[in-house]
């Protein structure tokens, strides 16, 4: 369940990057601390949304995907926690609605998901255990 | 076989419905691209909300830059109230 829900988060995500792509690079650019990297930058954020999101539909690949998520939702928080601390008034670059929400309102979201990743790699190695 | 199946509908449905809803969400943005000038590194472009307009009391700008439909000084001066 967990697994299904993050696959949910990354697959609408990179889909609604995609949709809009030019504005979601134009928005990274925005970030000062981003702008010289912003043209490949986007290219990977969308390309490991989605090789997370494939990684978690399969059991086998589903621990990785999950550590995966847990690593790439520290990271959107780094950066949220830098853009937060900085004067620039950079707009939020995450596609769709959640384009909508607030830095501060993604620090709570971004938060949540990461609890939800580490239960469940609680919940994914504990099954391993079992099976083993 | 019915889990085994299950296994495999389950994310399968769980990826048509995030793309639907992202195309369903697509239209939503208010956004518009604006440009302004610095001296470092030309022209850039930034993302800015639906409040910049042809017209209007102030300037819209950007760490305060003046903001243009275009990339270049002889398009619109957006302005905001």
């Known amino acids: 369940m967990v697994s299904l829900l993050f696959v949910l988060l990354f697959v609408y995500a990179a889909v609604s990057k995609l949709l809009d792509f030019k504005t979601f690079q134009i928005q990274l650019g925005q970030a000062t601390l981003l702008r010289p990297v912003a043209g490949w930058l986007s290219w990977v954020v969308v390309v490991t949304e989605l090789l997370i999101a494939s990684l978690l539909c399969f059991v086998k690949t589903r621990l990785l995907g999950l550590y995966m998520s847990l690593f790439l939702m520290i990271l959107f928080t780094v950066y949220i926690v830098i853009i937060l601390n900085s004067a620039a008034n950079t707009p939020c670059s995450c596609g769709g609605v959640l384009q909508a929400l607030g830095w501060k309102d993604h620090l709570i979201f971004n938060s949540f998901f990461f609890l939800i990743a580490l239960i469940g790699i609680l919940i994914q190695r504990k099954q391993k255990y079992n099976l083993n | ?81």
């Open chain 2, 1 to 81: 076989m019915k889990t085994k199946v299950f296994k495999f509908i389950l994310p399968l449905l769980v990826i048509v419905m995030a793309v639907s809803f992202a195309f369903a969400t697509n239209s939503t943005s208010d956004n518009q691209i604006a440009h302004y000038f610095d001296p470092l590194f030309g022209w850039q472009s930034v993302v800015i909300g639906d409040e910049c307009g042809p017209v209007g009391e102030n300037a819209c700008e950007f760490m305060g830059k003046q903001l243009y439909s275009q990339p270049t000084t002889e398009s619109i001066a957006l302005r905001k109230d």
